[in-house]
């Protein structure tokens, strides 16, 4: 009676050790070295997506900004769904946004939950107004008190934004046909990985992208995603680092876990933390 009391006892312990493992929802940190030909100058980027107005350390958000700042990026780049266009409030991001606009150099780029419901506009004057800048078809030289052989960052809005994917396209072809690729290290924000092949066609060294909430599900080691928004059952990008024809790309698995209407398994949201060397 004794062995099979504590046999049973056992199975629960670990049935629910592997169902507090597989939803672990706490922040985690993950760290990637691009390696750059063109500059000897070192550069890192905090990425943060997706956030989708959850809270980290309640409604001040301390446990996210904490983890920028123990990271100490030279910028950070919010790669769109910050705002969340379905039940979030809010004030939750903008908490995130005015923190780390206020100590860090910050660029934005839109995300399909930031154009539903014709807010796009809305949402971008909230980010400038924490002192971010907007990237919305546009290119800046990282500033870094102004420091040579910085990256050059280009970025375009949410798909959604325009009428299709080639007039997005299009649009990227315009504005980065008129600088130099091959005399910096060129990064492109941009919210989708679903498109990377037409985004090696463009000549970017390193493509930084969310959208794919890390395909909700995982099997580690055996399934990296069960299902992505743009990319359906046993996503190609679901998160992680993927590499074609001379250009990387970075996919975060994002912040989203109170929004979701499903959990999130062995899926732990993500602060990206990239060195480029």
């Not at 949402?123 to 002192?131: L, M, R, T, W």
Request: hydrophobic share 40%.
């Amino acid at each position: 009676m004794n062995k099979k009391f504590f046999l049973m006892v056992l199975i629960i312990a670990l049935s629910l050790a592997f169902v507090v493992l597989a939803i672990d929802s706490r922040l985690k940190t993950v760290h990637y070295e691009i390696e750059n030909p063109k500059s000897e100058t070192p550069f890192r980027i905090a990425l943060i997506t997706d956030l989708h107005s959850c809270t980290y350390g309640g409604s001040d958000q301390s446990d996210l900004i904490k983890a920028v700042r123990a990271q100490n990026p030279d910028a950070v780049l919010f790669g769109g769904d910050i705002f969340d266009s379905r039940k979030m409030p809010d004030e939750n991001a903008v908490t995130a946004l005015k923190a780390l606009g206020a100590e860090f150099e910050c660029y934005y780029i839109s995300g399909n939950h930031e154009v539903r419901h014709e807010k796009l506009d809305y949402y971008k004057e909230i980010v400038a107004s924490c002192g971010i800048r907007v990237l919305d078809g546009t290119h800046t030289k990282a500033a870094v008190s102004m420091t040579s052989g910085t990256p050059d960052i280009y970025g375009f809005d949410d798909t959604s934004a325009y009428g299709n994917l080639s007039e997005q396209l299009e649009h990227i072809r315009e504005v980065s046909g008129n600088y130099h690729f091959e005399e910096s290290f060129n990064v492109l924000l941009i919210h989708r990985p679903e498109n990377f092949e037409h985004y090696t066609e463009l000549g970017f060294d390193l493509v930084l992208c969310g959208h794919a909430h890390g395909g909700q599900w995982r099997i580690p080691g055996l399934l990296n995603g069960l299902y992505c928004p743009g990319e359906g059952i046993f996503p190609k990008y679901a998160g992680g680092f993927y590499e074609k024809d001379g250009t990387a790309m970075i996919v975060s698995r994002g912040l989203a876990k109170e929004s979701n209407p499903v959990p999130r398994i062995f899926n732990r949201p993500e602060l990206v933390i990239i060195d480029i060397v």
